[in-house]
């Protein structure tokens, strides 16, 4: 099983639309969590990070469920501005090491 | 706001050349770190660096790759005898602190092994 993994697309949807994107992670230790963003040929760069609870910024809502090892992003009422890459990172033990990121879900909103 | 830097943005070498890359990391930070990215991959890690000394480093970081913080500001990282299938595009990251979860990154390099 992969460590991170991720639908890979593409999500093609009209602008206005709500899409979701899933994610799952092996390691049932993992500690932190978090959804980057990736457009063409850029840095990653940090969309949210994912708390048990669930947690919501503006028109983006991510989840996480540890019984099931899976983590999800919302993206309600869509722009143009959010096609992109969205990488799925897990932190495995939340220390000074690496993160390990999933190969992303491409979207692409139309107009 | 404070950002992390990369030189160059992008370098074309011949197999077997030796290539570094620059890094400036975010100021305060503690925490340095080099990823990659091969086109249509995921990114990857390579080497976790603090204190002057590599925490970490994955499979692909083998005695070809090395870093260093030659001074207070920038984070290197050389590749000594580049391959072909070195070419990807090289992130540096840092993080403030233990605690703070982000990893900031750097605008890349590009690299081109012919």
């Known amino acids: 099983r992969k460590e991170v993994e991720q639908d890979p697309g593409p999500f093609n949807v009209p602008e206005g639309a709500t899409v979701a994107f899933n994610c799952t992670y092996s390691?049932?230790?993992?500690?932190?969590f978090f959804w980057y963003r990736q457009d063409c040929r850029k840095e990653p760069k940090l969309l949210m990070s994912v708390y048990s609870s669930g947690n919501e910024d503006g028109r983006f809502t991510a989840q996480l469920n540890r019984a099931s090892q899976y983590i999800s992003l919302l993206i309600r009422d869509s722009k143009l501005s959010d096609s992109a890459t969205y990488l799925c990172?897990?932190?495995?033990?939340?220390?000074?090491?690496?993160?390990?990121f999933g190969s992303g879900t491409r979207l692409s909103i139309r107009p | 706001e404070p950002e992390v830097t990369q030189t160059p943005s992008h370098q074309v070498t011949q197999m077997g050349q030796e290539v570094i890359l620059r890094c400036v990391p975010i100021s305060n930070h503690l925490y340095f770190y080099w990823y990659r990215q091969i086109l249509g991959q995921k990114v990857e890690f390579l080497v976790s660096?603090?204190?002057?000394?590599?925490?970490?480093k994955s499979e692909i970081f083998d005695d070809q790759f090395s870093v260093e913080r030659p001074d207070g500001s920038n984070f290197t990282l050389k590749i000594r005898s580049t391959k072909l299938e070195d070419s990807a595009m090289y992130f540096c990251?840092?993080?403030?602190?233990?605690?703070?979860?982000?990893?900031?990154f750097g605008p890349g390099t590009r690299l081109t092994v012919l």
């Open positions: 390691n049932s230790a993992s500690q932190s």
């Open positions: 990251a840092s993080r403030e602190r233990l605690g703070v979860n982000e990893q900031f």
């Open positions: 990172v897990v932190d495995p033990y939340s220390s000074a090491s690496k993160i390990i």
């Open positions: 660096f603090y204190n002057n000394e590599i925490s970490e």
